[in-house]
Each structure stands twice: as structure tokens, then as C-alpha cells.
């Protein structure tokens, strides 16, 4: 558990300087900023840099896999197909929180001609907390309720895929809401811990 949390705080770092850095480059689109302002802007981002770099340096592979993955997390399960998708279910209600729709994209694809693996969308949330983060940006209602996919590959691996928090509140320049999004990272590392292989 401690090591995910540094994960997930080095993933928060980087979309604070990514945001900083973002806005700091649009900042200079708008206007010139004087030299002293240049000056500033640079030491802030160096300085922000190496907090980043010293959290990578704790754990180098969390940084690079959120990165490369544009804020998708996959996790491989230890059951088939069905009994993923059942025991996620199970332990998101066992948890209290609320279940919206169930979504068999391969059943969707086949009445569409179209071949394809076993795909099932889960979605769910608790609309105290999740609600919390749309009050901070409405746009945010574009990532809540959380989604949670349940892949098959060729191969016949299993995988639960979702959006990253740290990433979400990147994308959305939530900057108020730390406590709710690690309480959001903790209910979803447990929810797929049930299956993790």
C-alpha cells in the first residue's frame, strides 16, 4: 500500500509541473513577460523540476509508466473474464457504492458485424465524493462516474484498465481536491485488488 501511495504522489507531482509548465508557456503566448518575471518563472519550474526528479528517483518506473501510458493504468487479473467482471461487482457493492451500468462492448461490436475481444465497461461512483470534483471544474463530469474496463487479449490475459486521479485532476486543473482524489486512487486500488493477479 505505501508503495502505491508514492506512485500515485509521483504521478501528482508531474501533472503539477506539466499544468505549471502548460500555463507558463501560454502565459508567454499572450504577452512577453519582463525579464525578472522570465527569470522567476524559470527558477519556479527548476525548482518544482527537482522535486519531481526526487520523487522519480524514489521510484523511476511509476513515473514512466503513467507517462507513457497517457493515464492509464492497467492491472492484470487472476481470474477469467466473468469472474473478474463478478468479483469487481461484488466487492463495489460489498463497498456501499453505487453501480450505474454494465456495458458489454463485444456484444455491441458482434450486433455490428464486428469481431472483437471480450470488452466490458463497469460504471460506477459514490456521488458524494465524485460530485465533489465537478463542483471544482463541471468538465470533470467527463471522467465521473468512474469507469473501470475489464479487457481479454489474444492471449487470453485478463486486464482492469481505468484513468489515473492524479491524471484526471491534471486534465482538469483540480487543484482543490487532493484529499478526495487519494481517497478516490485508495477505493479503486482496493476495488481492483480483488481480482489482481
Known amino acids: ?5 508514492r506512485i500515485e504522489r509521483t504521478t501528482v507531482i508531474q501533472s503539477i509541473v506539466l499544468l505549471q509548465h502548460c500555463d507558463a508557456s501560454l502565459g508567454a ?4 513577460p519582463s525579464e525578472d518575471e522570465s527569470m522567476l518563472s524559470r527558477a519556479k519550474f527548476l525548482r518544482l523540476s527537482g522535486v519531481a526528479a526526487a520523487a522519480l528517483a524514489v521510484n523511476p518506473a511509476a513515473g514512466a509508466a503513467a507517462k507513457s501510458k497517457d493515464g492509464i493504468v492497467s492491472i492484470k487479473s487472476g481470474y477469467g ?3 473478474t467482471i463478478e468479483r469487481l461487482k461484488q466487492d463495489i457493492d460489498a463497498k456501499g457504492i453505487k453501480f450505474f451500468s454494465e456495458i458489454d462492448q463485444t456484444k455491441l461490436a458482434g450486433e455490428a458485424g464486428i469481431k ?3 470488452s466490458t465497461l463497469l460504471v460506477f461512483g459514490n456521488p458524494p ?3 465533489q470534483f465537478i463542483t471544482s471544474n463541471p468538465n470533470a463530469g467527463l ?3 468512474v469507469r473501470l474496463l475489464v479487457t481479454e487479449d489474444n492471449a487470453g490475459a485478463v486486464w482492469i484498465v481505468y484513468t489515473d486521479f492524479a491524471w484526471i485532476a491534471a486534465r482538469h486543473g483540480i487543484a482543490n481536491r487532493t484529499d478526495q482524489f487519494k481517497m478516490a486512487s ?4 482496493s476495488i481492483t485488488s480483488s481480482v489482481k493477479a
Open 129 to 131: 465524493l465524485g460530485t
Open 116 to 118: 472483437l475481444n471480450p
Open 143 to 145: 471522467d465521473w462516474p
Open 186 to 189: 485508495m477505493v479503486i486500488a
Open 81 to 83: 473474464f466473468a469472474e
Open 29 to 32: 503566448i499572450k504577452r512577453r
Open 1 to 5: 500500500m505505501h508503495a502505491r501511495y
